[in-house]
């Protein structure tokens, strides 16, 4: 019979359910390795084939690990609270629980066709009461400690939706990503968790983690550490003054003018009436930007003068005042001082508006480059500063901030662009927030013998008529009394962000059936931290930042033994897929489009080609279940792991496929040979004989890659080992029954089904996943002869395969009987012998 995946993997994944194979164990007799993916939101609309990358990627190596004698925890959970769900629950009149176990089911469904080998008995929702029973455990430790406070602060608010948004969800137009509904810029009364408290340890930390560096860039520029001063502007005519921050205070002397938030308090009080309209105008057309919009390099520099000027402390310059929407009200004082000779920025600005640009720090060394053409952004020497001239850059600093000091004008200071997390939702579908509010509106944390709080049941999940959240409809559950008092309380209407359940799963995977504590003290010192964490660059930021901050304060309370939850960090690329689009935008399904002379059509329309990410809106999404249905599981893991490094974007070509199809259709072939009555048996070639030399040094050779290949997280080349070792093995006569053994092994976490079926079919009653992973003998692994380039007077006449340990007299007489050298010898003087043990042999000759 030829090899059947759609017969073979069934079955397999109905063993190792039955046995609950991959059952994680707290085994303290062997040592640990805990591999963890990003776990997913289950959308309804399931997994595409770019989603089990990295799935792949973290199975291989803890099939690996547990044959190498590792105790595994390898588990799988579902980040299902969010708007999404709650938005179809609206569309679709279905609650968002039945929604999201729907999703939740099928999403199931599908990873475990692709043979994973998580612990299912381990597996969590954040949606389950079960789970966010301590989420809300966590919070009230968080207000417990003041890192969980109220207050006004401006929001993304949705209208339409009736919620705020968080930064990431709202598009640089100011709209909903999502919807494309407007979003506008409120104040409301938030709860907030005061994730400044540990920006410095944030940063600081991150230099003990084997993480990308690009990651860990991202992580420090997003907390913004800055060490600089500020610096108090007065404003000329005016009872008011301003503080900026400023890295360099050396360049003090060049700030030619000041820039305001748009939303500065101050605006409105020293803009003058000759520019109001205009001042008020461009605010009201930056409150619809959002904020990640604006803190971009944008092309195009807008501003608008307000009319006012500032008084530079260390010359008594009057200097205008601006408003522009680079400067944000909610990052560092909310004003800057320009100095466009020496910030790229301030510079186009200045350029855009023909202000004036002054230097004054010149290199050190060589000619200053024109100021009005280019900033000079780098140290140097102090120049146009007055008695400072001639000081070198961090000389000038320290001797400028001290002088502000002295007459009360600017002080030293470290500053963050991180700011406090804002952790409330107007939103029906999260965790309700332990507290409840006396009629002062004081807010009073409920004791956890009572947790969990649960959701109400709605069926209408829109805010109510006055703009409350949906949680303001369950008047029954609204009205609650002191936990102390008796008095009359209600309950908070805000519910988590969807990052809460997200911050700490890793933790209850540790202890996930545990109902007395969220994790208990052993489990969690036997499994932290995690060892490898596999995800999306679209995480690098938000979800690591908040996940890092809460373990900090679980560590602060001794309630977790690690200060990092995440030792290892690695980045997949994204598996797109080809898009096809008329001029008009329309796009068109693949099984739509002809090639005709090398151009793309549907219907007669000429489309264009593009590798995009895959979308339904695109039409270019891959269904896993189609390729499994046409190829196989095993397959289809193959081909994801052997389209290129695992860290690389790469386009999915189903086409692709049928290659690695085709290898694990060889690979069968070199197990069994078709009998008479049809059925497949042993082929005659693997028997139960000792290899000889060849043989095992391709094994070791063999074993040797493709370990360090999984160790480093190269699967490609680890693939293209095994298909090496089929190519000679199908050459061979003889093929050792204890080499193919070990050949088995090292596919196994690759195919496991196969591998399953081919360690069965050779005799073998136990599961291959727990087999002694195979070793090798270093001293295999070198060649015993080399390569040594032979040249006449530096050019390259013949190359001679010696011995390694050749001595050079001898490597030089074989050299002289080359024919092609001896007639570059002829008639010559030998004058010089250059040689390099296995390397390279140099005859000079007169």
Request: negative net charge; aromatic residues 10%.
């Amino acid at each position: 019979m030829p090899y059947d995946p759609a017969t073979i993997e069934p079955r397999w994944q109905t063993f190792w359910e039955d046995n609950k194979t991959f059952r994680a164990v707290e085994d303290r007799t062997r040592p640990k390795y805990y591999v963890l993916d990003m776990f997913p939101y289950p959308s309804g609309a399931g997994l595409h084939v770019g989603h089990p990358e990295g799935y792949t990627a973290t199975d291989i190596v803890a099939r690996y690990k547990r044959m190498a004698g590792f105790s595994v925890l390898h588990p799988m959970g579902w980040d299902a609270f969010g708007l999404p769900a709650e938005r179809a629950a609206v569309r679709e009149e279905i609650h968002p629980a039945e929604i999201t176990k729907r999703n939740t089911d099928n999403f199931r469904r599908q990873i475990k066709r692709l043979g994973f080998s998580y612990d299912w008995d381990r597996e969590v929702d954040t949606s389950s009461e079960a789970y966010y029973r301590w989420t809300q455990w966590i919070f009230l430790r968080l207000h417990e400690q003041g890192l969980a406070y109220q207050a006004e602060v401006p929001v993304n608010w949705c209208p339409a939706l009736g919620t705020v948004l968080a930064n990431e969800e709202v598009s640089p137009d100011g709209t909903y990503k999502e919807t494309g509904d407007p979003v506008e810029k409120r104040m409301m009364r938030q709860w907030m968790l005061r994730i400044t408290a540990y920006a410095d340890r944030l940063t600081d930390d991150l230099q003990d983690l084997d993480w990308p560096e690009p990651v860990k860039k991202m992580q420090r520029d997003w907390i913004g550490r800055s060490h600089g001063a500020e610096v108090q502007f007065r404003v000329d005519g005016a009872d008011a003054e301003f503080t900026v921050f400023t890295t360099r205070p050396d360049t003090l002397f060049g700030a030619t003018y000041c820039v305001l938030a748009p939303e500065h308090e101050l605006v409105a009080q020293i803009t003058t009436d000759e520019h109001r309209a205009e001042v008020v105008a461009y605010a009201d057309r930056s409150a619809r930007r959002s904020e990640r919009d604006r803190r971009a390099d944008a092309k195009e520099k807008t501003g608008v003068f307000i009319g006012a000027f500032a008084v530079n402390p260390i010359n008594d310059e009057k200097i205008p005042v601006w408003i522009a929407d680079y400067v944000l009200a909610g990052y560092g004082t909310g004003a800057i001082m320009a100095v466009p000779a020496h910030d790229e920025r301030d510079h186009a600005f200045a350029t855009a508006f023909d202000l004036p640009i002054r230097d004054v720090v010149r290199p050190a060394h060589g000619s200053a480059p024109d100021a009005r053409q280019t900033a000079f952004l780098t140290d140097g020497v102090a120049c146009n500063s007055g008695a400072y001239d001639g000081l070198e850059t961090a000389v000038c600093k320290e001797r400028i901030v001290i002088d502000l000091e002295k007459v009360g004008a600017g002080r030293a200071r470290v500053q963050y662009a991180l700011r406090d997390w804002l952790f409330s939702r107007q939103r029906y579908w999260g965790e309700p927030f332990p507290l409840v509010k006396t009629p002062d509106g004081t807010a009073v944390p409920l004791p956890d013998d009572v947790l969990p709080i649960t959701l109400p049941h709605l069926t209408e999940f829109k805010p109510t008529a006055d703009g409350r959240p949906p949680l303001a409809r369950a008047s029954d559950w609204l009205q609650v009394p002191h936990p102390e008092t008796g008095e009359p309380c209600e309950r908070e209407t805000n519910t988590m962000p969807q990052w809460a359940g997200s911050c700490w799963y890793y933790l209850r995977f540790c202890d996930a059936r545990n109902d007395q504590e969220a994790w208990s003290s052993e489990n969690e010192k036997y499994w932290m931290p995690v060892d490898l964490y596999i995800g999306g660059t679209e995480h690098a930021v938000l979800h690591l930042l908040y996940a890092r901050f809460w373990h900090k304060v679980l560590f602060d309370l001794e309630l977790v033994s690690t200060k990092e939850p995440f030792q290892k960090l690695f980045n997949q690329g994204m598996i797109r897929a080809y898009s096809y689009k008329d001029s008009s935008g329309r796009y068109y399904h693949e099984s739509d489009v002809e090639r005709r002379d090398g151009k793309l059509f549907a219907n007669g329309i000429e489309l264009s080609g593009q590798v995009e990410k895959m979308s339904k809106s695109k039409l270019n999404v891959v269904n896993p279940d189609h390729i499994i249905d046409a190829y196989g599981a095993d397959a289809m893991r193959l081909y994801e792991m052997f389209m290129g490094p695992l860290e690389m974007a790469k386009p999915w070509q189903t086409s692709g496929i049928e290659g690695v199809s085709r290898f694990l259709n060889r690979v069968w072939r070199l197990f069994f040979a078709e009998s008479e009555d049809g059925d497949d048996s042993i082929h005659p070639s693997i028997q139960d004989v000792n290899a000889d030399d060849d043989t095992t040094k391709l094994r070791h050779a063999t074993v040797a890659a493709v370990t360090e290949d999984i160790e480093n997280l190269r699967f490609n080349t680890a693939i293209s080992r095994m298909m090496e070792f089929v190519n000679v093995m199908n050459q061979r006569d003889v093929r050792p029954r204890s080499v193919m053994g070990d050949f088995i092994k090292l596919l196994a976490p690759f195919a496991p089904h196969l591998g399953e079926e081919l360690w069965h079919r050779l005799g073998h009653a136990d599961t291959i996943a727990f087999e002694s992973w195979p070793t090798f003998d270093p001293s295999l692994l070198q060649e015993d002869t080399v390569t040594v380039p032979v040249q006449v007077n530096g050019k390259v006449r013949a190359r001679l395969e010696v011995s390694k340990d050749l001595e050079e007299d001898a490597v030089v007489a074989l050299a002289r009987e080359d024919p092609a050298v001896q007639k570059h010898l002829a008639d010559k003087e030998l004058r010089k012998i250059i040689y390099r043990p296995g390397r390279m042999l140099n005859l000079v000759v007169s």
